[in-house]
């Protein structure tokens, strides 16, 4: 019994080492998380990738998407820099938009996304 | 459940077979089961929701395992590595909050630690006070029933699953302006709900069973039937597991193996295909006409049942990888001669369910009392209300009573038509054309009363469904 206890307590140290150990490209994940979710038309998932702020527009662009196929093509995301709480994010690679055969492409490097911390996670915020 | 949960549970299962009768094969399907209850938990646009509704679901089920079993102090000592693990899992789980994986949160949204802590610590506090203190099991086994029941009905009642979403929104600081039931999808609750109140009903009628905490989570929350069923009874799930070894045979793998290809093929091939044919008020405004909407009705008939039974095949296949027979629910319900039949092939389990822990005892109960009612009454009162408890339990609104309704009629008609026939009928016919033509019909009139019963199931509003039904007799 007492061998169990401290492994489940050794469990919980690695658990919590691992936890506390940072991710230096944190943010950047969260919007290539967001890009993917939006193109599968996760909107539950979308939303939980969004912070509080931007749910509604988060809503409405899982909702424009609807009646269309989406697909990511080669993307990567990278933070390019900090303005107080938030993380900048740019990322490459295209949002493939079709509809009756026709694709319409949406360049993302064109788009800096605002990512801030919010809940433990990194979440996106806006775009400019 | 997608092919990604199907592999990894097959997988699973293959892991813990290897490991025979080895005590780690227990913990296995004991730890999965409790992992794979979070894993299947969509996420929630509702902060930390996707990790409070199953730990919930974990606490309830410690409570009434503790009400099942005799009160004693041993009871803690014998189960002490498992009550470690609980919370160990549930705080493990809360603690990759901290992570910063991002991807995660499209997965699950864990609490802060420090609550993750004061959940654990008050369950174990409630824990204790049931050992050592006065509450009565009894009282705390009444208030598990009223509380699994309340807790389906907040979630069943689009209504107040949208007022709660508010509730919940507003506590988390987000936009009370998106509530909405939709954001409160609790996965595998019913089955859960159905397996505790069977525990706790049973313990209350007398019938004991000896099962550790261990054993009594894997079977509440056994993970290839934590989404779909079927519902095991628990004697029969801890015999199973006991003796799951002389079932892993090369005869039960082959069968085991084909039951899992089969439910793949009527999930996610049939069923998927069928669906792009749906039932909806978008297909049956454009339906051109009655031969239309009856191919929409059948479509949607054929995929129901491919769809459902698809999962069930692929939860006893891998169960069955296991060593562990679970349940059918399924025999060929659309081949059923009569309604009656059909309702014992249909979900088995579930109607089962039902027939134990309310058909009988309410006809019982009608039956021994003071104010005597004729039979006829008494099988209409019993089957419809059974029926419409069916309908509700799908969801609380007026198309799913319609439905549970239309069903309780039929039954009630064949009984009575039944009971008619034997009077004026002879059943010597030894003609087979004719024996086989009368089972043809029969099958072409159940299958269809079944199907036509589809409509109030599949659309949105009573209004809709009229409509259906008009388009479909080309009015």
């Keep these: 019994m007492k061998k169990i206890f401290i492994f489940m307590c050794m469990m919980l140290i690695c658990m919590l080492v691992f936890a506390c150990t940072p991710n230096g490209n944190a943010a950047a994940d969260g919007t290539l998380a967001y890009l993917e979710a939006l193109a599968k038309k996760d909107k539950n998932a979308v939303v939980s990738l969004t912070c509080k702020a931007w749910e509604d527009q988060a809503i409405l662009e899982v909702d424009a998407l609807m009646s269309v196929g989406s697909e990511l093509k080669e993307v990567n995301c990278r933070e ?49 | 459940m997608t092919i990604l949960h199907i592999a990894v549970f097959i997988l699973s299962a293959w892991i813990i077979r290897s490991l025979g ?53 041993s009871l803690l000592a014998n189960n002490q590595i498992t009550l470690i693990i609980l919370p160990v899992i549930i705080i493990g789980i809360s603690l990759l909050r901290y992570a910063q994986l991002s991807f995660l949160s499209a997965w699950i949204n864990p609490t802060k630690i420090g609550w993750a802590l004061l959940f654990v610590i008050s369950i174990a506090a409630l824990v204790f006070l049931m050992i050592k203190g006065n509450i009565s099991q ?7 029933i009223i509380i699994a029941i309340l807790i389906f009905i907040a979630i069943k009642y ?29 996965v595998g609750y019913s089955y859960f709900a159905f397996r505790l109140i069977h525990v706790i009903r049973d313990w209350q009628t007398g019938r004991k069973i000896s099962i550790n905490l261990r054993e009594f989570i894997a079977y509440i929350f056994y993970f290839p039937a934590i989404i779909a069923g079927p519902i095991a009874r628990i004697e029969n799930f801890a015999y199973e597991l006991q003796n799951r070894a002389n079932q892993v045979t090369q005869a039960h793998t082959f069968e085991s193996s084909k039951r899992i290809m089969h439910g793949v093929l009527c999930k996610f091939i049939l069923a998927d295909s069928l669906s792009l044919m749906p ?89 021994t009392y003071r104010v005597q009612l004729p039979a006829a009454w008494i099988i209409f009162l019993t089957q419809m209300s059974t029926m419409l408890l069916i309908g509700l339990w799908h969801g609380i609104n007026l198309n799913f009573i319609a439905w549970g309704f239309w069903n309780g009629l039929g039954l009630f008609l064949h009984n009575r038509w039944s009971e008619w026939s034997k009077q004026h009928f002879k059943s010597d016919n030894k003609n087979e054309w004719v024996a086989g033509s009368v089972k043809c019909i029969s099958i072409f009139l159940t299958f269809n009363f079944i199907a036509l019963g589809w409509v109030w199931f599949a659309m949105p509003t009573l209004n809709d469904s009229i409509i259906a039904f008009a388009k479909l007799f080309g009015f």
């Design chain 2, 138 to 144: 009894s009282i705390m086994a009444r208030c598990l």
């Design chain 2, 158 to 186: 689009e209504p107040l699953t949208t007022k709660l979403s508010y509730a919940l929104r507003k506590l988390n600081h987000q936009s009370t302006d998106l509530a909405s039931a939709q954001e409160i999808a609790w």
């Design chain 2, 21 to 73: 009768e080895r005590p780690a094969a227990m913990w296995l399907i004991f730890a999965i089961s409790i992992l794979s209850l979070f894993w299947l938990q969509p996420v929630s646009p509702i902060r930390t929701l996707d990790y409070w509704l199953p730990a919930m679901m974990i606490a309830l089920s410690i409570l009434t395992w503790l009400v099942i079993n005799p009160k004693q102090e």
């Design chain 1, 80 to 128: 390019v820099g900090q303005e107080g709480d938030v993380v900048m994010v740019v990322c490459s690679g295209n949002l493939n938009l079709t509809y009756n055969d026709e694709i319409r492409s949406i360049d993302l490097s064109k788009r800096t996304y605002s990512m801030v911390m919010e809940d433990g996670q990194w979440r996106m915020c806006s775009y400019q």
């Design chain 2, 279 to 367: 039932l909806n008020t978008t297909t049956v405004q454009q339906a051109s006409g009655s031969i239309w909407m009856w191919i929409i009705i059948y479509a949607y008939a054929l995929r129901l049942y491919l769809d459902f039974s698809g999962y069930t095949e692929i939860a006893i296949g891998i169960s069955g990888l296991l060593g562990i027979k679970l349940p059918e629910n399924f025999q060929r319900p659309y081949l059923s001669e009569n309604l009656t039949i059909f309702w014992n092939r249909w979900h088995i389990t579930l109607t089962q369910w039902f027939r134990t822990y309310y058909f009988n005892p309410l006809t019982r109960f009608i039956r």
